[in-house]
């Protein structure tokens, strides 16, 4: 990777002459071609201008590092092109080269080397970076002049909340809006932990645990430059990663918690005749209460995030920079899954895109639920489980995809198949929501009730969830390994893995309610867990940017160990967590405090329609 910055600050005038030297970094890829390999007993490598000859012991090395290296140009960006004849043609290795600011990469290289080609060697430019080649452009000028408005806003609310409420204890409705923007009220908010009765505590530790679940898991996929790609490849492939691997499936948590509450939260305030009158404020309060932090981030990764730091790779930065400058309206609009994958705002915002379209469809199922008729409401919620589960499965098994992000058919060809027409689509993924509601229900019934059953089939329930959920934890394990093809299987697993895990967290969650979760509904309601719960959606949606711009700022290749990248794990988590909490007092929490006020007069009238 070079110098990247002493290379930048090259700057000489010379002495006799108008003309300056200054550095320009490039990154070229250099290509081995028109590669025979032979038997060289003499020790040496002669070159005949269009032969590279090897010995045997090299020939084989290179072989089997081939065979292993091709899996990881999906994962760790090497660009191996299988289809050509020889064992390394095509192998691109990237090296980075500081040359003069007027010079191309093939006038410095073979200006100043030889002409690589004649001895067996091509290379193409990959990027040059230049001294301040990142200009302000107008919209970092609007992202500056928001964060001011903003910064004013706080200060307002902050020095109304020390001083003027020690005068007038009962502010008026425009010093609460005032008031929204306080620093210190946000923060008592935030950091003040209250018990209510009708809680489902075990979900912030849920929320929080599953969080920290996908962080891990974008840790770990996030690495870029890695000096020991296959021992990484291998590591993954065996079991110790299995924790790691399986981490996507925190992701239906999420799909399953928030069907899960929007049913048991519905039932309560409202009824089928209501939802349909107020309609327009159900969808509005969802969009509204997603967009602030949603609309923040995008605005930042547009702007301001391309300016925080630099380094030879900063292309990615850059690169979402320009996704979010072209592809913001399909972020706020939450139509993300179903746009441009390659040029996705926010890559992470998949998943409020279809949890959003899933809110949006919800009353088709919610209106017979709310009804107040049992029957109706559980013909309606299994119906729609099951012709939702019919639809994927039957959809599943004409596409036939594999059944994990690293099998051996998505690192060759298929990944961005995969992620497009599977792991972001909307139909795969609405299993685990409806589950959700299923168990959101149940609880509703339950509501002021006793759930009464025998500890002997409190502890048959537990052992089958436990069961199920290591189950599918392990399953990947098995079917990213070389041998593995059996398409049917993968079929399957993509159709019912997902609800089944949303099966099984549904029984903890009903049973920590009720009293059955034993320790583990101890650990999981831990006052502890409520703080990164209420800061999760804002963490979530920052901290794979973040990890972007670190790893993007780095000078040198990292070594894969598990023990190095967990270091780089704590270091992520522990500056996303800071930032994620200044965007929640900043923004989610102000935002929230003036949405409640504008639209309280449309919450009573949905009251008295109830």
């Known amino acids: 990777m070079g110098n990247y910055y002493e290379c ?19 990154v070229v890829g250099a290509m081995i071609k028109n590669t025979r390999f032979e038997a060289n ?17 090299i020939t084989q090395i290179l072989k089997d590092y081939e065979m292993k290296h091709s899996r990881l140009k999906k994962i760790f960006g090497t660009n191996v092109d299988k289809s050509t004849e020889h064992v390394v043609d095509n192998v691109v290795f990237k090296l980075a080269i500081c040359i003069p600011k007027v010079c191309t990469t093939r006038e410095a290289v073979e200006g100043l080397f030889i002409n690589l080609t004649t001895v067996g060697f091509d290379f193409k430019d990959d990027f040059c970076r230049l001294p301040n080649d990142k200009p302000w452009i107008p919209g970092d000028y609007v992202a500056i002049s928001i964060l001011s408005l903003i910064g004013f806003l ?70 870029t430059q890695i000096v020991n790609g296959i021992d990484a490849f291998q590591w993954l492939k065996s079991m110790k990663s299995l924790w790691v691997i399986a981490a996507p499936i925190a992701v239906d948590t999420f799909f399953t918690i928030s069907g899960l509450l929007l049913v048991y939260v519905a039932t309560k305030k409202m009824t089928s005749m209501g939802l349909i009158k107020s309609l327009h404020l159900f969808y509005l309060h969802r969009v509204l209460r997603m967009f602030p932090v949603l609309a923040f981030v995008v605005l ?6 391309n300016h925080i730091s630099d380094g030879p790779f900063w292309e990615r930065v850059a690169k979402n920079s320009e996704n979010c400058k ?21 890559a992470v915002s998949w998943y409020l895109s279809i949890d959003v379209q899933l809110h949006l469809l919800s009353p088709l199922v919610l209106f017979w639920v709310l009804n107040g008729k049992r029957l109706l409401g559980w013909g309606a919620l299994i119906i729609a489980t ?77 052992i089958l969830a436990l069961a199920l959920m290591l189950l599918i934890i392990y399953i990947p394990h098995p079917t990213m390994q070389e041998d593995w093809e059996y398409q049917n299987l993968d079929n399957i697993i993509n159709s019912f893995m997902r609800p ?41 949606l920052i901290h794979y940017s973040l990890m972007a711009i670190i790893n993007s700022s780095k000078v040198a290749p990292t070594y894969f160990s598990v023990g190095n990248i967990v270091f780089h794990f704590c270091a992520y988590l522990f500056i996303s967590l800071l930032i994620a909490i200044l965007i929640t007092v900043l923004i989610d929490f102000p935002i929230a405090n003036l949405l409640k006020l504008i639209l309280s007069k449309g919450i009573r009238k949905t009251e008295n329609n109830k």
């Open 326 to 346: 072209r592809q913001w309206w399909l972020a706020l609009l939450h139509f993300q899954n179903y746009g441009n994958l390659d040029n996705m705002c926010i």
């Open 500 to 540: 089944a895990w949303a099966i099984a967290l549904g029984w903890l969650i009903t049973a920590c309610a009720h009293g059955y979760g034993g320790p583990i509904n101890t650990f999981l309601s831990l006052n502890f867990w409520k703080i990164p719960a209420r800061v999760s959606y804002a963490l979530y």
């Open 386 to 462: 099951l012709l939702t589960m019919t639809a994927a499965t039957i959809y599943n098994f004409e596409q036939n995809f594999s059944s994990t992000m690293l099998s051996q058919r998505n690192l060759n060809d298929h990944l961005l198949n995969y992620m497009e027409y599977y792991y972001v689509n909307t139909l795969t993924r609405a299993s685990p929501f409806l589950v959700g509601m299923i168990y959101g229900y149940m609880l509703h019934l339950l509501r002021n009730k006793k759930l009464n059953i025998s500890q002997i089939t409190n502890l048959i329930l537990w």
């Open 41 to 57: 007993t003499d020790n040496q490598w002669p070159i005949d201008h269009n032969d590279l000859r090897l010995n045997d012991n």
């Open 300 to 305: 930042m990764e547009a702007t301001l995030f």
């Open 154 to 223: 706080v200060i307002m609310g902050t020095v109304y909340d020390i001083w003027y409420l020690k005068k007038t204890k009962k502010p008026e409705s425009i010093n609460n809006a005032i008031l929204s923007f306080s620093l210190l009220k946000n923060l008592r908010d935030l950091f003040t932990i209250s018990k209510r009765s009708g809680t489902l505590d075990c979900l912030d530790g849920l929320r929080a645990l599953s969080m920290l679940w996908v962080v891990i898991g974008h840790s770990f996929s996030s690495q």
């Open 8 to 26: 930048l600050e090259i700057h000489e005038n010379m002495e006799y002459s108008n003309v300056s030297i200054d550095g320009k970094y490039c």
